[in-house]
């Protein structure tokens, strides 16, 4: 912290006038002359010339005024980081989030104990559904931030982009299908197995299947399961190919129960999304998580 001397002569030097300084300090011009002279006395320089009723800089003077200058920002700006950290440690509140399986299970636990440990008193609630009922627990103001896959036809929300995501084809290490290249004629005919419908996955899968012009009624679907984890647990057991995020099949993939397909000419890329009402102004809290996922994911 600045001492009042230096605070003194930098209100003098900012305005180069003596009693100019006494009004803003609310102190007598006596006073200011005297906190003048104490610098200038500890320093062994003189700070101020005087020129008639002008009030001028020494080249000392000049230099004091360019190092407080400084001063005076980082002081500033420790000012503010200490009050970050101190509203961060004690502030209390409930921050309800709502996010997609994919999300819930393999992105937002990292990003949830780093936010924990900055907003330690914040009570956090995560609920875990598909994006769909996701998107409805929002409208219907049952939390306050959705986490989901990509963006859906839908008034009064808002989209924020979070992190990049793909879909992948993925068979177990025993099925026929691993380690060959299959052809989107192919896809055609090999057993599917797929997420329930409202599913943010087959979503983002499904689209792409429309772009390519192929129709649920071309594909061989067995099986539809509802959830991520099921879905991967069929696979492991089946012969069947399911569409997952690498994000949600990373540990199986190396622990080599379960190993990419690939298919020619198939790429479902997909985005993950904050969602929030619109026109509805975020909490501090809110920003702050959003701020910490970022960083998490984004660096």
């Known amino acids: 912290m600045l001492s009042i001397s230096h605070e003194v002569f930098y209100t003098v030097a900012s305005h180069l006038s003596f009693?100019?300084?006494?009004?803003?300090?609310?102190?007598?011009?006596?006073?200011v002359s005297k906190q003048i002279k104490k610098l200038e006395g500890e320093m062994e320089v003189p700070l101020f010339q005087r020129k008639?009723?002008?009030?001028?800089l020494t080249p000392q003077g000049e230099k004091m005024l360019s190092y407080l200058r400084e001063a005076k920002h980082i002081q500033k700006r420790m000012e503010s980081d200490m009050d970050i950290v101190k509203s961060q440690l004690?502030?209390?509140?409930?921050?309800?989030?709502g996010a997609s399986t994919t999300l819930s299970l393999y992105v937002l636990p990292k990003v949830l104990s780093s936010f924990r440990k900055k907003w330690p008193l914040v009570k956090i609630t995560l609920i875990n559904r598909n994006t769909e009922n996701i998107l409805k627990a929002l409208t219907n103001e049952e939390i306050d931030l959705a986490v989901?896959?990509?963006?859906?036809?839908?008034?009064?929300?808002?989209?924020?982009?979070?992190?990049?995501?793909?879909?992948?084809p993925i068979c177990s290490t025993h099925s026929p299908y691993a380690g060959r290249e299959i052809s989107m004629k192919e896809l055609k005919e090999i057993p599917l197995a797929l997420r329930e419908v409202g599913s943010g996955t087959l979503s983002a899968w499904s689209r792409k299947m429309?772009?390519?012009?192929?129709?649920?009624?071309?594909?061989?679907?067995?099986?539809?399961?509802?959830?991520?984890?099921?879905?991967?647990?069929?696979?492991?057991e089946d012969t069947a190919v399911g569409f997952l995020s690498p994000l949600a099949v990373?540990?199986?993939?190396?622990?080599?129960?379960?190993?990419e397909v690939n298919i020619s000419?198939?790429?479902?890329?997909?985005?993950?999304?904050f969602v929030t009402r619109t026109g509805e102004t975020m909490t501090d809290v809110t920003k702050a998580f959003i701020k910490q996922a970022k960083l998490s994911y984004n660096r």
């Open 148 to 168: 989901v896959e990509d963006k859906h036809e839908a008034s009064g929300l808002h989209y924020d982009f979070f992190m990049a995501d793909k879909i992948i």
């Open 265 to 273: 000419g198939l790429a479902v890329e997909r985005s993950f999304n």
């Open 19 to 31: 009693s100019k300084a006494a009004e803003i300090l609310c102190i007598s011009q006596p006073a």
């Open 210 to 236: 429309a772009q390519l012009n192929i129709k649920s009624s071309d594909l061989n679907i067995k099986v539809r399961l509802g959830g991520t984890e099921v879905l991967k647990n069929f696979l492991v």
């Open 52 to 56: 008639g009723n002008a009030v001028f």
């Open 90 to 97: 004690t502030a209390k509140g409930e921050l309800r989030i």
């Open 250 to 259: 990373k540990r199986e993939v190396a622990l080599g129960l379960l190993t």
